[in-house]
């Protein structure tokens, strides 16, 4: 009795979008993500010619991976749902660098061609690749923790001068007022 190979499930063909905004107090994920999407359109979608099959957005940050979206995304992809997932920058997928690498080299297992819209080029598939995506996400970690660094200092030099450095209770507003 011979035993045949099951032949690979085959994914979908086309891309996928992932965007991330970090807060929305800081900034605004609509203006953001429509920067993201059209940079990702531009310099991989077109030229590609695959079509787009969903987006996936989440404002949240990047230092966790407990994400909505980013959790549906590797959920979909492990069931073979797209064959491209494309980001704007790398820190757009995330702040983590370890977590970010795991899920990178997991979709490259997979099958999925993943992509940064700002290095269209760049294939974390081949070993230069991901070593220099490895290299960027080690950039966007840094790069976060020197701002919760920058933010914490601000934060104790304004409680220092005798103000508010948070966000107002509930049923108050965040407003300065000079007296």
């Not at 991989?44 to 980013?70: M, N, V």
């Not at 069931?79 to 899920?103: M, N, P, T, W, Y």
């Amino acid at each position: 009795m011979s035993r045949r190979k099951k032949k690979p499930e085959l994914a979908q063909i086309g891309w996928v979008i992932y965007k991330r905004t970090s807060d929305e107090y800081v900034q605004t994920p609509e203006r953001s993500q429509d920067s993201q999407q059209h940079l990702i359109e531009e310099c991989l979608i077109k030229p590609s010619g695959l079509p787009l099959l969903k987006e996936y957005c989440d404002t949240e940050t990047g230092t966790t991976a407990k994400r909505k979206a980013y959790q549906q995304l590797l959920a979909d992809a492990r069931q073979k749902k797209f064959s491209h997932i494309a980001v704007s920058h790398v820190d757009r997928f995330g702040r983590d660098d370890v977590e970010a690498l795991r899920a990178i080299d997991e979709l490259v297992a997979l099958g999925i061609t993943v992509r940064v819209a700002s290095y269209p080029g760049l294939d974390p598939a081949n070993p230069d690749g991901r070593m220099i995506v490895g290299v960027l996400f080690n950039v966007a970690r840094l790069e976060s923790k020197k701002i919760a660094q920058r933010v914490r200092g601000a934060q104790y030099i304004k409680l220092c001068k005798g103000g508010w450095a948070w966000r107002a209770p509930d049923g108050y507003r965040n407003r300065e007022e000079r007296l």
